[in-house]
């Protein structure tokens, strides 16, 4: 069973500042995605990966998928209180099920 | 935009009952998906549905869960006999082409097991 990683599990920043959380897996995989959670609702998708190397920008979050594909980092430029969230890496194994990271909790405070 | 809806958002029932998840999935996708997540743990796959039939399943999901697509358009995941364990947020996802592809979630149903 493939398993992703996410680190820090927890993080608590104050607003304005800069982040990086990141997602480690010993497996390649044919993409990853990363979402965002908010407490008692459905993951929300903010981008997918698929090329080794890819940097992606949504705003003031950056997201790059490792050369090996076996990695990604997520990096947030001055954080905001809307930022907090769960932050959940997925990744699909070639076809094979659809393993999720136990995710990153940030706590942007204002 | 288009949306993963869900129904019901919270249902409560006896250890031992059957309860039907509903999932209506965005109009042109073909692939379903349903996860689940106990209060603190990671999401966990359980079943991919495609062309209505089962395409993956994880080990969680054994006989006392099933899957099906009655009328082309609801997708609903039963659980013929709850058990406790089985509280947890309910997932459905859909995608329109593949898992590779932007998988798109409902809000989920809180399924408590007393």
């Known amino acids: 069973t493939q398993l992703l990683e996410q680190s820090p599990q927890f993080l608590s920043i104050q607003e304005g500042e800069n982040l990086t959380v990141y997602c480690n897996s010993s497996s390649v995989f044919s993409s990853l995605q990363w979402y965002r959670q908010e407490p008692g609702e459905g993951p929300v998708l903010l981008v997918t990966?698929?090329?080794?190397?890819e940097v992606k920008k949504l705003k003031r979050l950056t997201f790059q998928f490792g050369d090996a594909r076996k990695d990604s980092s997520l990096h947030i430029t001055a954080a905001q209180p809307g930022d907090t969230g769960l932050y959940l890496c997925a990744a699909d194994n070639y076809g094979q099920n659809f393993v999720f990271g136990p995710g990153t909790r940030l706590s942007v405070l204002p | 935009e288009p949306e993963v809806t869900q129904t019901p958002s919270h249902q409560v029932t006896q250890m031992g009952q059957e309860v039907i998840l509903r999932c209506v999935p965005i109009s042109n996708h073909l692939y379903f998906y349903w996860y689940r997540q106990i209060l603190g743990q990671k999401v966990e796959f359980l079943v991919s549905?495609?062309?209505?039939?089962?395409?993956?399943k994880s080990e969680i999901f054994d006989d006392q869960f099933s899957v099906e697509r009655p009328d082309g358009s609801n997708f609903t995941l039963k659980i013929r006999s709850t058990k406790l364990e089985d509280s947890a947020m309910y997932f459905c996802?859909?995608?329109?082409?593949?898992?590779?592809?932007?998988?798109?979630f409902g809000p989920g149903t809180r399924l408590t097991v007393l």
């Open positions: 996802a859909t995608s329109r082409v593949r898992a590779s592809d932007t998988q798109y």
């Open positions: 549905f495609y062309n209505n039939e089962i395409s993956e």
């Open positions: 990966v698929v090329t080794g190397g």
